[in-house]
T-cell receptor, first 114, second 118 residues
Framework: AQKITQTQPGMFVQEKEAVTLDCTYD???????LFWYKQPSSGEMIFLIY??????QNATEGRYSLNFQKARKSANLVISASQLGDSAMYFC???????????FGTGTSLTVIP | DVKVTQSSRYLVKRTGEKVFLECVQD?????MFWYRQDPGLGLRLIYF???????EKGDIPEGYSVSREKKERFSLILESASTNQTSMYLC?????????????????FGPGTRLTVL
């Protein structure tokens, strides 16, 4: 069975500091994709970054990077130089490349402190 | 610009009413999904569809049904609304196609419908 675990219900970070949001996953599929989404208080889900299970390098998108450790089945999101607008819920998700279904974690609420 | 729209941002219904939540995407995506989001539980999949008239149950289908008569439209139906169906409902779509040679297929979400059942 596929499962995504986010163990940090809430996190605080000082503005301009870096923060890591944890995500571990469980799957027996050899090929899968890992995603991070941001959900501000307005409610819309915003796609941030993607990591394929066979990608050799960790994904990066601007201030977002994904620390992918395949053997440990972890896909942590690193946000560098935090901004006040980064305050939001963050969801980790996984999709097997053999199916269409996505599996989401329970989310981490990030608060950036001025 | 890609877009997923949902028929209502806020909806208030009474127990026992039949409720329709509509979702439309303009990206020609094959896959469409309905989730409900509750605090501390994340997103839970209700139903998804990978083609017109095709549907598959997700993790929590009880009390819900869906309809996909056209590729761009995916409807969620609460046959007889109950108070425990008060929640945020999110629709999403994704494509089977790869992008730039990579197997991306991220989901695009609508703005959500906050349903309250009294």
């Amino acid at each position: 069975a596929q499962k995504i675990t986010q163990t940090q219900p809430g996190m605080f970070v000082q503005e301009k500091e870096a923060v890591t949001l944890d995500c571990t996953y469980d799957t027996s599929d050899p090929s899968y994709g890992l995603f991070w989404y941001k959900q501000p208080s307005s409610g819309e889900m915003i796609f941030l970054i993607y990591q394929g299970s066979y990608d050799q390098q960790n994904a990066t998108e601007g201030r977002y990077s994904l620390n992918f450790q395949k053997a440990r089945k972890s896909a942590n999101l690193v946000i560098s130089a935090s901004q006040l607008g980064d305050s939001a819920m963050y969801f980790c998700a996984m999709r097997s490349n053999t199916g269409n279904q996505f599996y989401f974690g329970t989310g981490t609420s990030l608060t950036v402190i001025p | 610009d890609v877009k997923v729209t949902q028929s209502s941002r806020y909806l208030v219904k009474r127990t026992g009413e039949k409720v329709f939540l509509e979702c439309v995407q303009d990206m020609d995506h094959e896959n469409m999904f309905w989730y409900r989001q509750d605090p501390g539980l994340g997103l839970r999949l209700i139903y998804f569809s990978y083609d017109v008239k095709m549907k598959e149950k997700g993790d929590i289908p009880e009390g819900y049904s869906v309809s996909r008569e056209k590729k761009e439209r995916f409807s969620l139906i609460l046959e007889s609304a109950s108070t425990n169906q008060t929640s945020m409902y999110l629709c999403a779509s994704s494509s089977l196609k790869t992008r730039s040679g990579r197997y991306y297929n991220e989901q695009f979400f609508g703005p959500g419908t906050r349903l309250t059942v009294l």
